[in-house]
Nanobody
């Protein structure tokens, strides 16, 4: 029912920046809790940053002070600004939306972020 499409990944050098986007097929205002997750090869998928429909933010300890999550409700888009990237940030980054009405969870297809040393 809900489609999420990530974009903005790529290859950057250590210390560089990227901005990831997640475009939703429906309005993400009010009823959805949004988040960015990442998964590196051989590792579990982990929460990077979350943003509830009431504006509550949370970040993984490893990215605090470097990454920023935000959303533009008018454009049905969520963003993740990644600054001062490190090689250990290399992973596939996924957009997640949780529907508070139906309890359904939706995932995007992922976008690859690769940070070279």
């Amino acid at each position: 029912q809900v489609q999420l499409v990530e974009s903005g990944g790529g290859l950057v050098q250590s210390g560089g920046s990227l901005r990831l986007s997640c475009a939703a097929s429906v309005s993400i205002f009010s009823r959805y809790t949004m988040g960015w997750y990442r998964q590196a090869p051989g590792k579990q998928r982990e929460l990077v940053a979350g943003l509830t429909n009431s504006g509550i933010l949370n970040y993984a300890d490893s990215v605090k002070g470097r990454f920023t999550i935000s959303r533009d409700n008018a454009r049905n888009t969520m963003y993740l600004q990644l600054n001062n990237l490190k090689p250990e940030d290399t992973a596939v980054y996924y957009c997640k939306a949780s529907d508070s009405w139906s309890t359904r969870i939706y995932w995007g297809q992922g976008t690859q972020v690769t940070v070279s040393s």
